[in-house]
């Protein structure tokens, strides 16, 4: 603790201070929860960088963990949202995620039905086989520090996102279906 009120004393800005109280939140409640690291990072970390993270998150879905979907960098539900290939390569660079621009990454081990979650709207995904099924997530993973702060950044819901998301994932030959009675996600 001593270490994390070392590091927060000298921040200024309204977000950054909203983003330090979270960590001390998290903190105070769970202790450990943030790691040594993160809370460095997060010292470091200016507005500019914190805000571009906070308008990344919102491509964010639970699927088991904090799992960001880019599937395309250039697709304008990205690149309206300020998210490029350069903005990418940024967040990379500074550590909060890892960037593979050629194959990308997937999740892998799923069983039959599962269900996932974007902004606490649950899906149930439903794969061709009994299990060890995947997911193609895209191209981008959240790093530790990342993973630690995507839940408290502040980042909000997108619908259209959601919609382009869930055209993703069926492109897959996926079957996904809402939790809301009688209403199927096509």
Known sequence: M???????????????????????????????????????????????DADLFTNFCQFTWMIGDATPLVFDTDNEIYTKH????????????????????????????????????????????EFPNDKDNEIKTGKVLFTQAGQQLVSICGAQRNQEFYEYAIEQISKQKITLSSLIPNKRVN
């Not at 993160?38 to 970390?45: G, L, R, Y």
Request: hydrophobic residues 35%.
């Open 2 to 48: 001593a270490h994390f009120f070392d590091k927060c004393d000298k921040v200024s800005d309204k977000q950054m201070q909203s983003l330090w109280s979270s960590l001390l939140a998290g903190e105070a409640t769970r202790p450990g929860t943030y790691s040594k690291r993160t809370v460095d990072f997060v010292a470091s970390m200016d507005k500019k």
């Open 82 to 125: 300020g998210i490029n290939f350069t903005s990418i390569k940024h967040l990379d660079s500074i550590g909060l995620i890892s960037f593979e621009s050629v194959s990308g990454y997937r999740k892998m081990g799923l069983p039959k039905q599962a269900a996932i979650f974007y902004y606490g709207q649950p899906t149930i995904a």
